[in-house]
Nanobody, 129 residues
Framework: QVQVVESGGGLAQAGGSLSLSCAAS?????????????MGWFRQASGHEREFVAA????????YYSDSVKGRFAFSRDDAENTVTLQMNSLKPEDTAVYYC?????????????????WGQGTQVTVSS
């Protein structure tokens, strides 16, 4: 059974930084290694819909960010460890949310919730002003 597990959430002050990691495990998906899957980060603030934050393609050669985090967040992957990392800098109170990591068997960049097949349980990020 495939598992996607996030870690690294917590509390930060406005202007500070946090790093979120996501590990995928469980062998292969449909015969393809985990390292060949596109990954994404989404977040959901209390009372709001889940929204796209960042995505990375299977090779790590392309990334894409929502306008709200562009220039502040950086998404990278380490396929040897089957992990991806979201480095969050210059945090703002409006970044407060539960952050979810997701994976999909695909070659491109994916920005919609429905496009992803596997999800982690989420990790809380709280930014104080």
């Amino acid at each position: 059974q495939v598992q996607v597990v996030e870690s690294g959430g917590g509390l930060a002050q406005a202007g500070g930084s946090l790093s979120l990691s996501c590990a995928a495990s469980g062998g292969t998906f449909s015969g393809q290694p985990v390292s060949s899957y596109a990954m994404g980060w989404f977040r959901q603030a209390s009372g709001h819909e889940r929204e796209f934050v960042a995505a990375i393609n299977w090779s790590g050669s392309r990334t894409y960010y929502s306008d709200s985090v562009k220039g502040r967040f950086a998404f990278s992957r380490d396929d040897a460890e089957n992990t991806v990392t979201l480095q969050m800098n210059s945090l703002k109170p409006e970044d407060t949310a539960v952050y979810y990591c997701a994976a999909v068997d695909g070659s491109y960049i994916y920005t919609e919730v429905y496009e992803y097949d596997w999800w982690g349980q989420g990790t809380q990020v709280t930014v104080s002003s």
